[in-house]
């Protein structure tokens, strides 16, 4: 199995910050990553795929970057409807998701 | 725009089947292109991702839950549903259906269900 984790787990942070957020790999999956924002009691938003791909009506302040094992989730512009909590799923062999990291307000 | 809608029971017993529908709209199943997954989020935790079905019967798994784990698409219904059988407590969670964004990105899941908790519980 292709584990996946991610860091800060929590992570605060004003509007206006520049946010980073990284997944990582136990093995290479080459760019087959994705990223979600889930809100509470909601179903998670794909926001990029295939590492840095954008999808469709998300905002640009959004971007992805990486390949092999370690990948990254900027958001460049902090807005308040930002703040959620993001996953990582890779879909190199099947599918596994990274355990979240929530961003909340400082 | 497609939604996709989970149904089915909210308590389950322990060591029987857990059984959920998926109904889509605005789209038709049967036009393929997509592929229809099953995901499952245990409370507070993160995601598990349990299966895919293509419009065509075709399925993959889960190896972990594999063994347990049965997707059938009904297109006449414009449905498809999940059987997970001999549940424990550790099956609890929010079932979630969704699809993938299309254009050969099946594991993108682009349109997702609002989500269905099942209890298992005696």
């Known amino acids: 199995d292709i584990q996946m984790t991610q860091s800060p787990s929590t992570l605060s942070a004003s509007v206006g910050d520049r946010v980073t957020i990284t997944c990582r790999a136990s093995?290479?999956?080459?760019?087959?990553l994705a990223w979600y924002q889930q809100k509470p009691g909601k179903a998670p938003k794909l926001l990029i795929y295939?590492?840095?791909s954008l999808e469709s009506g998300v905002p640009s302040r959004f971007s992805g970057s990486g390949s092999g094992t370690e990948f990254t989730l900027t958001i460049s512009s902090l807005q308040p409807d930002d703040f959620a909590t993001y996953y990582c799923?890779?879909?190199?062999?099947?599918?596994?998701f990274g355990p979240g990291t929530k961003v909340d307000i400082k | 725009q497609v939604q996709l809608q989970e149904s089915g029971p909210g308590l389950v017993k322990p060591s029987q089947t857990l059984s959920l529908t998926c109904t889509v709209s605005g789209g038709s199943i049967s036009s393929g292109g997509y592929y229809w997954s099953w995901i499952r989020q245990h409370p507070g935790k993160g995601l598990e991702w349990i299966g895919y079905i293509y419009y065509s019967g075709s399925t993959y798994y889960n190896p972990s839950l594999k063994s347990r784990v049965t997707i059938s698409v009904d297109t006449s219904k414009n449905q498809f549903s999940l059987k997970l059988s001999s549940v424990t407590a550790a099956d609890t969670a929010v079932y979630y259906c969704?699809?993938?964004?299309?254009?050969?990105?099946?594991?993108?899941?682009?349109?997702w269900g609002q989500g269905t908790l099942v209890t298992v519980s005696s």
């Open positions: 295939k590492a840095s």
């Open positions: 093995q290479s999956i080459s760019s087959w």
């Open positions: 799923q890779q879909y190199n062999s099947y599918s596994t």
């Open positions: 969704a699809r993938d964004r299309g254009l050969g990105e099946f594991w993108a899941l682009s349109h």
